[in-house]
């Protein structure tokens, strides 16, 4: 310091007018931000605004890191961009994305700093776009949305960027599972279970579920050719017995189990796989073991075993909780007659006893996707125990449509009963109610032509009045 210097601050020492470290900070705070206005004026005349925005960007993030200024800025970023703001022609709102990416690029500094002093003195809209439109890191979009104060657009961004996380989370476990899937053979049973639950997968991802079927099915084959089985319990920690059936995983592992002939087979031909005399022994032992039916995967194997670990987990639950737990889906819709006596008889096997007529009935209702209380089955399976037979099938048959969720039979017997139709039906003659019941029939056929009539000119008239209102 020279004797000026030194002159000048004992002066304002006695004078009591010496400066305070603060208020020399936000001198230098103002002579920076009019500085860096002038260099944005300058470029606006020689490059235009758009290149001026840019640039005042780069010169702000160097001016911030310039060692000389560090101490002045570090503290003060939020004033020294509040000041760039209130007090400067610079259009910090438009200049904030490009501040955001520069400082985000650069390699010399951290820049929670600044995204968070931009977060408090950018305005709303300007951080929801930043947030929803640039290609920036989600960890500095969450800095940036806590700058939001309105809270609608708040939660706007936030969802924005939960969907963002979520999108990027999938991809990341999309190329894990791909690398599960390669290592799958040498990854014990219990430790791939294991490896899977922990990813927290989502399961609504038709890709990531397509990759866990693929992994499961390609274990499954490994399993089969090297051990001459598979560890159910392991597997379905995985996927459940139930959506392993709902899905075909039997089509999956027939689709690994023919890419990995077509590998062995390319191997051999390229002379990668050579065989000692030992493992040539191997092989055919294998394949003796195969032709048995004692070892290697089979499509139909595991179709047989796959059925048979579905019964048992439906005897359990029933044997459990007292309710048929079919699982509902498309491919156990589409079975046919034979498959459904299969199935019946499986379970009639792994309870040890026969069904009743009113469980079976039950079974095969929802088997069809017909969903059904089982605690109304039962009570009218109680009712009818003692009747005839021909008469408890014909009251087993109503009672399972009755006791189906949608209610339609149910409600409409019952306001048949509350109307007192029902009774005055019982009250007839046997040849006098079949002719009413014949008459109602034809009556209602009618009027529901009518109905059906009168829908359509109605609807078509309404089109008719919106055509001429809207010219």
């Known amino acids: 310091m020279g004797v000026l210097d030194k002159f000048k601050d004992l002066k304002e ?14 001198e230098e705070i103002k002579t920076v931000a009019k500085e860096i206005e002038g260099e944005y004026k300058e470029a606006i005349d020689e490059q235009g605004r758009r290149q001026a925005i840019e640039k005042v960007a780069k010169i702000i993030n160097e001016r911030i890191t310039d060692p000389n200024e560090r101490r002045i800025i570090d503290e003060t970023l939020k004033d020294f961009l509040n000041e760039l703001k209130e007090h400067t022609e610079i259009p910090v709102n438009e200049v904030a994305p490009n501040l955001v990416k520069v400082a985000i690029q650069s390699e010399e500094q951290d ?8 977060a408090e003195v950018a305005g709303n809209e300007t951080l929801v776009k930043i947030i929803e439109k640039e290609e920036i890191p989600l960890e500095h979009k969450n800095i940036l949305v806590e700058g939001i104060s309105d809270e609608q657009k708040k939660e706007k961004a936030l969802k924005e960027i939960k969907s963002e996380e979520e999108t990027q989370k999938e991809k990341e476990d999309i190329a894990k599972l791909k690398q599960i899937y390669e ?40 399993n089969y050719n090297e051990f001459s089985g598979i560890m159910w319990y392991t597997a379905s920690k995985i996927i459940p017995i ?3 059936y709902a899905g075909n995983i039997e089509e999956f592992a027939q689709e690994e189990f023919e890419k990995e002939k077509e590998e062995q ?20 032992k294998g394949k003796n073991q195969q032709k048995d039916g004692n070892a290697g995967f089979s499509k139909e194997k595991l179709s047989e075993e796959l059925e048979k670990q579905l019964i048992d987990m439906i005897v359990n639950r029933y044997q459990e ?15 046919s007659e034979k498959e459904i006596q299969r199935f019946i008889k ?21 088997m069809s996707g017909i969903i059904i209380d089982d605690t109304q089955v039962r009570k009218f399976q109680d009712i009818v125990i003692e009747e005839p037979q021909e008469k408890r099938n014909a009251i087993c048959n109503l009672g399972i449509e009755m006791a189906s969720k949608d209610n339609k039979l149910y409600n409409t017997i019952m306001m048949a009963k509350q109307q007192g139709v029902l009774d005055k039906l019982v009250a007839m003659p046997k040849e006098y109610r079949d002719q009413c019941l014949s008459i109602i029939s034809q009556a209602l056929d009618k009027e529901l032509a009518q109905f059906l009539k009168n829908s359509e000119e109605k609807g078509k008239n309404n089109k008719g009045d919106k055509q001429n209102l809207e010219r």
């Open 13 to 26: 020492t006695f004078s009591g007018k010496q400066k305070t470290d603060e208020e020399k900070k936000q």
């Open 242 to 244: 139930e959506e392993m």
């Open 265 to 284: 087979k390319e191997k051999k031909k390229t002379g990668i796989l050579k065989l000692k005399k030992q493992e040539v022994n191997q092989e055919n």
């Open 183 to 222: 290592d799958c053979k040498n990854i014990p049973d219990a430790e791939l279970a294991s490896i899977i639950k922990n990813m927290e997968l989502n399961r609504n991802n038709e890709e990531i579920e397509n990759k866990i079927f693929h992994i499961v099915a390609k274990k499954i084959v490994q």
């Open 321 to 335: 909780v007292g309710d048929w737990q079919i699982p509902n889906s498309q491919r156990m819709k589409n079975r």
């Open 111 to 118: 820049p929670k700093p600044i995204l968070e002093a931009t």
């Open 346 to 366: 499986g379970i009639e096997t792994a309870q040890g006893k026969s069904l009743t007529k009113m469980q079976e009935k039950t079974i095969r209702a929802k």
